[in-house]
C-alpha cells in the first residue's frame, strides 16, 4: 500500500498531503495523484459550472427562442434542450479521426466547439423557462439548481417548496423570503439555519420556533424577541416598535443580527448529521468521506464537493449516484468514469462532454446512447481498446493523461462560474491560471431608475412598478418586479428589493460558501482543540464541540 505524500500545489504553491488512501483511489482509477490542494482542484471543476445571466437567446438548429445562462461567447452552438436530445440531429457527423501528431486535449477542444449543447438542464417542467438546473417544477422564475418546487422566484439549491421569493439552500419551506439553509419553514423571514419553525423573522440555529423575532439558538419557543421570552400580547406590542416595511429598517435590523450571530449564538463545529469516519461539513449519512461538503448517503469518497449518493469516488463535483468515478465534474448516474464534465447515466468513459446513457466512449461530446467511439467516431470493441490504449500513452508522454478538460473547454468565463462564487479570483489570477473571463457590457435604458429610488416601503408602492426597469446601484445591472413578485411584497410586508436578484442570491449565500474550508479552534464550553468549519472573516466568538453543542443547545 502506497505511503502518504506531500506536495506543492501547482495552483497555489501551498503544501497539501495526500493520504494512503487518496493515492490507492487514483492508483485503481489509474490516473496520476493530484497536483493540487482540494480548494485549487475544485475552483478548477467548479469553473465549468456556469451559473451565469440569463439571456434571451434563439436554438442554432430551429430558431426557436430560447432562454439560457449560457453567454453569448460560448464556444459551440446551442440548441433548445428537447431539441437537443431529439433526433433531429445526429452528433456522429463531427466525428473525426485522432491524429497523434497532436495534442488529444487540443482535438477535444476543437470538437467541442463544433458539436451542439443544450441551452439549459432540466426536465418535466411546466412554464419554468427562465430556470437552470431545473426539474419537476412548475410556476418557477429566475431559479437555479432546483427540484419539484412550485411558484418560486430568485432560489437557488430549493427542493420541494413553493410560493417563496429569494431563498437558498432550502427543502420543504413555504412563503418564506430571504431564507438560507432552512427546512420544512412556514411565512418565514431573513433567517438562517432554521427547521420547522413558522411566523418569525431573523432567526439563527432555531427549532420548532413560532412568533419570534431576532432570536438565536432557541428550541419549542414562542413570543421570544432578542431571545427575552414575552407573552403573546406583550411580544405584539413590543414589535409594533420594529418597522420591518422599510427597506432602511431591514438593513438596519440585518446588521443588527448578524451581529448578534457573531457575538451571542453558539455554534455547532460543523453541520453534519449521522456521518462516521468522516471529514467535511453539511454531510448526512456518510461512511468513510474524507474532505467532503454537501454530501448525503454517500460511502467511501474523498474530496468531493457536492454529491447524493455517491460510492469510491475522489476528486469531484456534483456527483449523483455514481460509483468508483475520478475528477469529474456534474456526473450523473454514472459508474467508472474519468474525467468527465455533465455526463449522465455513462459508464467506463474518460474525457466526455455532455454525453447521456453512453458507455466505453473516450474523448466524445453530445453522444446519446453510443459505445465505442472516440472523438465522435465508431469503432469495433477490438479497435476501441487498442486505439484507446494508443491515445492514453501518447498523453502520458505529454503530460496530459489524467488532467482534467482544459480551460478552453469551459463554457463560460470564471466569473460567471460557481467557482467564482466559492473561489473568487481577480481577471488578472483567473487569466493566468488559464481560464476565461466575461466581458459584458452595460446597456443603457431609456426611462430607468436607480434602484436607490425606489420607495421605502411597500405601503408607498403602487403597480405600475411591475412596468418600470431598475438599475441596481451595486451591480449597474437592470431588473424589475414582476407582478406575482410583488403581490408576495405586499402579503407579506416586505420592502421592495433594491439591488439585482443574482447579486441578492449569492449575497444571501455568501456564509453558506465561508462554512466549508477547515479551520483550528477551542471549544467555547470545554475549552478543548477542534476543528470547525467557519472561516475567521465570519467573526463567530462562541464555537463548540458537537457534543457540548447538543448538551447545551440542542
Known sequence: MPTQETKSCSGCNQRFTLTAEDLVMYEKAGVPASDQCQNCNWSQLLAFWVIGRFRVATSALSGKQIITNLPETAPFP?????????????????????????????????????????????????????????????????????????????????????ESVDVAHCYGVEQCYDCLFCFKCYRLKYSFNCHDSMDSAFLYDCRNVQNCFMSWNLRNKSYCILNQQYTK??????????????????????????????????????????????????????????????????????????????????????????????????????????????????????????????????????????????LNKQYKKEEYEALVEKIKADMKARGEWGSFMPFAMAYGGYNISLAQVLFPKTKDEALEMGAKWEESPVPSYQGAIASDELSDSIDSVTDDIVKQRIICVETKLSYNIAPRELAFYKQHGIPPPQRHFDWRTFNLYKPMALMFKPQKGACYYCKSEIEHYYDPSLGYQKIACVPCYQQNIS
Not at 497532436?102 to 449543447?117: A, G, I, N, Y
Not at 411546466?126 to 432560489?155: H, I, M, P
Request: glycine share 4%; hydrophobic share 30%; with cysteine.
Open 233 to 374: 400580547e406583550e411580544y405584539e406590542q413590543k414589535m409594533k416598535e420594529y418597522n420591518v416595511k422599510s427597506f432602511a429598517s431591514v438593513q438596519q435590523l440585518k446588521q443588527q443580527f448578524w451581529r448578534k450571530i457573531a457575538e451571542e449564538a453558539v455554534h455547532r463545529a460543523n453541520m453534519n448529521i449521522q456521518v462516521f469516519n468522516s471529514s467535511g461539513n453539511f454531510m448526512t449519512e456518510n461512511k468513510n468521506c474524507i474532505h467532503c461538503n454537501f454530501l448525503d448517503k454517500s460511502e467511501n469518497c474523498r474530496r468531493l464537493l457536492r454529491g447524493f449518493q455517491a460510492k469510491d469516488t475522489i476528486e469531484a463535483i456534483c456527483a449523483g449516484l455514481v460509483e468508483q468515478s475520478t475528477r469529474t465534474a456534474l456526473d450523473q448516474f454514472g459508474y467508472g468514469n474519468t474525467c468527465v464534465l455533465y455526463a449522465t447515466n455513462c459508464r467506463y468513459s474518460m474525457y466526455v462532454d455532455n454525453c447521456e446513457d453512453c458507455e466505453y466512449c473516450f474523448g466524445c461530446v453530445g453522444l446519446k446512447k453510443k459505445k465505442y467511439c472516440i
Open 78 to 162: 446551442i440548441y433548445e434542450r428537447e431539441e437537443f436530445i431529439s433526433d433531429a440531429w445526429d452528433p456522429m457527423v463531427y466525428g473525426q479521426a485522432y491524429d497523434p501528431s497532436r495534442s488529444f486535449l487540443e482535438q477535444l477542444t476543437e470538437l467541442q466547439k463544433k458539436v451542439p449543447h443544450p441551452h439549459q438542464l432540466g426536465n418535466k417542467n411546466v412554464n419554468c423557462q427562465w430556470t437552470d438546473d431545473w426539474w419537476e417544477s412548475k410556476e418557477c422564475y429566475l431559479c437555479r439548481s432546483g427540484f419539484q418546487n412550485e411558484f418560486l422566484s430568485y432560489a437557488y439549491r430549493v427542493w420541494a417548496s413553493k
